[in-house]
């Protein structure tokens, strides 16, 4: 009943995409997170003067994923750029998550409050120096929770790359059933896979957020 | 000295100070008393530059605060103020919230800072708390603690704004402890308090604030203890 044409090297396979599934949400955590630092850290700092940046932020927020892949794709084959669909991709991740991103930096930053910016101030510190010192430490703790489940939802999401033609998880799970016909056992199995990257990471963050609360 | 000559200050329409003039010397001690909406407060920070002023000026050691050309992150150097609310930093252990500003804004050496902040912490009477965090303290001990921040500054004036008004009754002491400790070496103070027999104990002269003006000013004996003016008279009467 349990018999299973399963082999060792499709295993090996779908881990294989399983590395590239890791590698995309690094790349593009590693996008999303500087270029969100620094949209969210404008938009706190010059609410007005940097609303066109939320505007363009906004659409990136709210335009399907798939339909930017797609998009992306296309736009690089008729400039007749020389880049791999993994930089598309990575590229595409990104931005989507720089545009979270850029949220969740600007209300962790406005978190906190305005009279221990006023504090440091008074001490005759500098705006950077109450920025670098103060305000970001504190807006890091705030923002560290959205900022992980930004991650795991990035992880997931890469999954649609498979679009434009990377062998992540999913895909490689997805030609693995095609040759041997059982896709209930291989779905699970890459569900596991995805389950076991997201509590690695969600571990790493819990651990990181009780060593701050110890502190308050 | 702190010069402070025909201030006006207004947020949007509404006029909180409408030219106050007070000088203060060096080693004097001035309270500054008076009911809520008085501009009190709005006073101590106009001092040091926290908030712009519409008219008038304050000079502090000849210093023009509001001029577009002052350093005001030098200028906060020399002015230490403690605010109602402590606001310590919460990330910070009690040590490092002292140490920060002196690393930071001076260029003290880890070591030295550090000895700064022990000697103002042990000042505060904190000596026992240098590795806890704010949070773990009481309301008058994180008020204390930001004494001794103001205080390893090395500044040459101190403001209070309204230090004790936000603790718990049995902790008011000790912070007005501190602060008369301060008073008796000789620091420069501007408190603006409800605590009036406590401003009687330690200033050297004390204000009565009324609708953005100074109403009456004086020795403590004078204004506290024979007031001149009905309103002085009643406000103390609403307060004691």
Redesign the interface.
Known sequence: MFSTSLTASDLLFMLQGAWVTLQLTAAAMLIGTLSGVLCGLLRAALPRASLPLAWVLDVFRSVPLLIQFVLFNSLKSIAGLDISAFAVGCLVLGIYAAAFCSEIVRSGIQAV?A??R?????????YW?DLR??VL??AT?VAFPGWLNLVLSVMKDTALVMWIGIFELLRTSQSVVTRIQEPLLVLCIAGLIYYLMSLMVAQLGNRLEKR?QE?? | MIEIDKVHKSFGDLEVVKGVSLTVNKGEVVSIIGGSGSGKSTLLMCINGLEPIQRGSIRVDGTEVHAPGTDLNKLRQKIGIVFQQWNAFPHLTVLENVMLAPRKVLGLSKQDAEAMAVKQLTHVGLADKLKVFPGKLSGGQQQRMAIARALAMSPDYMLFDEATSALDPQLVGEVLDTMRLLAEEGMTMILVTHEIRFARDVSDRVAFFRNGLVHEIGSPDQVIGNPQMAETADFLKSVL
């Open positions: 409050p009279n221990l006023r504090a440091a101030r008074s001490l005759g510190m500098s120096q010192f103060v430490p504190l703790r701050w502190n308050d």
